[in-house]
């Protein structure tokens, strides 16, 4: 089958891509964009580690099709730092050591940043269930949960 | 507050270890570009897929691959025609062992089929979805066989068989006719018989437990590329790239010198990254399509064929006196191996009762292969199976006598000097103490809301050194080069340069750790058996002892003294004393700029016949165009 031509917006910057019609977001993102930094962990929308933000909505991208992108606002973790400034919760990651072998980290950072664009000032009940979405089999979730707060904190100024 | 001037947790008389020092690889994990196994990409490279099979247990009568192989944009097809049969030989991999014999089976099935997933075939093509129709049009004859999952019932005489190599060892005499008991071992002392009647209680229970997986979020990966020279080389997510190394040599036929493995980052293993599976399949079909081959496992596919660890079926009896001393301590493990021998039961029957003393002690283990996945290492495989049985029977004890179970276990807790049943007298062990700290923590006197509980749980595991490697070179800048050869699955690079830092008395952000591939290092074990930071470290220390070494002899050719009489403090060359001679501490950086100038004596040049080169021609001699007659 021909391959589709889709006009897409990925970290403000403008992208055209060609997929095929069965290709997930996911797919391209990686394989015909090298925007590898987003993760397949399941492939089935378990796990998280493949989140990106679709027109400010959290969504995994193994479980939309690269074609849905036309015209949409793509947001992945490449997008995340401003340069070599590091966003508040990627460094706080750093500080609380919020990850080990660091898989999950890319798809945790998008969820809790779309988190935090919704909501400044979550409780940790909140982090927690809005992260429940994400699989981390390192860490135990707390030192990810207190880096969310703790960057939440800051970005409130506090 | 920032991290790397929180120096609260460090440990008393070091200046470095226990500091939070910034991690290495931070930066690019949460950046998203750290590369893991499916992030590396080659030009022309083609998609690796695996056919794996629909049934548990058959016999593959035959593969078709003709109408696989014509689909346009397919390069190659694998299967066990490919690979050469290899005879019983046992090999470590991590805490386990495998036998090449059984290697090559599990990563692409020859007679029979052992498990739902069992590799039939391989496909590499030049994209995805062609390679995934290719699968599609291999015709595989299926002689489909009767099949048994559990391990207690696959130990039954009735069970089907799933291979005819299998004769019990560890029984005499030798059976007679193959089954599916791989292995019988015993860990034993004193006597059982007598202890249980010595005993006021005794409590008996049977427990079952399921092959659990260790569900790493990244799945299997790897890159392969072979030229026609005979080379190989191999990008793969792995605990150890230098075990990856050496069985796929082994299968695919190739010296180990002619392949190189460059382990990737590793989105977690917790011991089921040790083993090959996907390895020498993209190797050979690379070989056979001339063209890079990348694999990837769907999250099905691990679930499916990769190594989970061992379920049980376990039967646990434990006497003891009503004053809570145990006086007899019996346990029947049988340990679920997967498609092949070779569960943790070992490990599992070693450590069953080792957190305590004990006088009376029968263990009896049995593994036992099923038609599941080959089981692989999985965090102190084996002994947390048997725990799980061994501690809920000592609570039941507890319980049964009424006796808190801090104190029943503080009543038979091992400590120095306690002989195991499986042979070591301990030393210092602390968990006396430890059970101490607990039975007096508040969170133990916590009341309880509803829906709540409360347990105590102890466990033993052993840890390994087993080889290691590290080498380090210092920069032209002073600065320090440090690689060592296991891959870091949670930190250990940080722990690496901060272990370096202390020995070499500079700060760890001057060092730059590095996990090298299997061709600039020399041999490393894996990641596993809880040893890399206590074994890699103390490579890595060594390491930094012979430069502190070396500088401190450059630094005395400097100064004209001799070697013993400077001295090494805080990353300086100093001298010894007054009598050493007056001069100003030297940094690694100045002794580093000295090198840089050293003089070079030797000034004659040398040559040397080429040795395997023949005489030129004189065809030869016109096309170069120089005359080179001293040759």
Known sequence: MAKLHVTTEINGDPIEFLCEPEQTLLEVLRDELQYTGTKEGCGTGDCGACSVTVDGRLVCSCLMLGAEAEGKKIETIEGMANGEELHPLQQKFLDHAALQCGYCTPGFLVAAKALLEKNPDPTETEVRFWLAGNLCRCTGYDKIVRAVMDAAAEMRGN | ?631
Not at chain 2, 484 to 507: F, K, Q, W, Y
Not at chain 2, 508 to 521: A, N, Q, W
């Open chain 2, 1 to 631: 507050m920032s991290m790397t001037e929180d120096t609260a947790a460090k440990t008393d008389g070091y200046k470095y270890i226990g500091t939070r020092a910034p991690r290495p690889d931070g930066f690019d994990k949460v950046t998203g570009r750290a590369r893991f196994g499916a992030d590396y990409t080659m030009p022309g490279m083609l998609h690796g897929l695996v056919l794996r099979s629909p049934h548990a247990h058959a016999v593959l009568k035959s593969i078709d691959v003709s109408k696989a192989l014509a689909l346009p944009g397919v390069k190659a097809v694998i299967t066990r025609d490919n690979f050469a049969d290899q005879e019983s030989e046992v090999v470590p991999a991590g805490e386990m062992q495998v036998n090449y014999r059984d290697v090559v089976r599990n990563m692409l099935a020859r007679e029979k089929v052992f498990y739902d997933g069992h590799p039939v075939a391989a496909v590499a093509a030049t994209s995805l979805s062609i390679a995934s129709k290719a699968l599609k049009l291999i015709e595989v004859e299926y002689e489909v066989l009767p099949h048994v999952i559990d391990p207690y019932d696959a130990a039954q005489p009735d069970a089907p068989v799933l291979h005819d190599f299998i004769f019990t060892e560890g029984v005499e005499p030798k059976p007679s006719k193959p089954s599916n008991i791989a292995k019988r071992v015993k860990v034993a002392s004193g006597d059982v018989e007598a202890g249980f009647k010595k005993a006021d209680v005794i409590v008996e229970k049977t427990y079952d437990t399921k092959p659990v997986h260790q569900g790493y979020i990244e799945p299997q990966a790897c890159l392969a590329n072979y030229t026609k020279d005979g080379q190989g080389e191999i990008w793969t997510t792995t605990q150890g790239h230098f075990l990856k190394r050496a069985f796929t040599a082994r299968l695919c036929g190739l010296d180990i010198s002619r392949l190189k493995v460059t382990p990737t980052e590793i989105g977690g293993g917790f011991g089921g990254k040790n083993n090959v599976y996907l390895e020498p399949l993209a190797l050979e079909l690379s070989r056979q399509s001339g063209r890079p081959v990348r694999m990837i496992m769907s999250r099905g596919e691990v679930i499916r064929a990769t190594g989970p660890t061992s379920g049980g079926h376990m039967r646990v009896k434990i006497g003891a006196t009503k004053d809570g001393k145990i006086t007899a301590a019996e346990a029947e493990h049988y340990f679920q191996a997967g498609a092949f021998p070779g569960s943790p039961i070992n490990q599992a029957s070693m450590t069953s009762f080792a957190c305590y003393d004990l006088e009376n002690v029968n263990v009896i283990g049995y593994d036992v292969v099923s038609n599941r996945p080959k089981v692989a290492a999985y965090r102190a495989p084996g002994a947390q199976v048997a725990a799980f049985s061994v501690e809920s029977t000592i609570d039941a004890v507890a319980r049964e006598i009424g006796m808190d179970p801090i104190e029943f276990r503080l009543k038979n807790a091992a400590k120095e000097g306690t002989k195991t049943a499986y042979g070591v007298t301990f030393g210092p062990v602390g968990l006396v103490e430890c059970l101490e700290a607990l039975r007096n923590h508040p969170n133990y006197k916590a009341k309880l809301g509803p829906n709540q509980g409360r347990g105590i749980s102890c466990g033993f595991w052993f840890n390994i050194g087993a080889d290691s490697c590290a080498t380090m070179n210092v920069n032209e800048d002073g600065s320090i080069a440090l690689m060592v050869g296991t891959p870091d699955i949670g930190g250990s690079r940080a722990s690496m340069a901060l272990m370096a830092a202390e020995a070499l008395g500079v700060n760890p952000d001057t060092i730059k750790p590095t996990v090298g591939d299997t061709s600039s290092l020399g041999f490393n074990f894996l990641t596993a058996g809880s040893r890399t930071t206590f074994a890699v470290g103390k490579a890595a220390v060594e390491a930094s002892r012979k430069v502190v070494e070396e500088l401190k002899s450059r630094a005395a050719q400097t100064w004209g003294i001799p070697v013993e009489a400077v001295e090494w403090e805080d990353g300086y060359a100093r001298p010894a004393g007054p009598n050493a001679g007056d001069f100003e501490p030297l940094s690694i950086a100045e002794i580093a700029k000295n090198v840089g100038d050293l003089t070079v004596f030797q000034r004659t040049p040398n040559y040397c016949k080429p040795l395997y080169n023949g005489k030129i021609t004189p065809e030869e001699q016109a096309e170069t165009g120089v005359t080179e007659d001293y040759i």
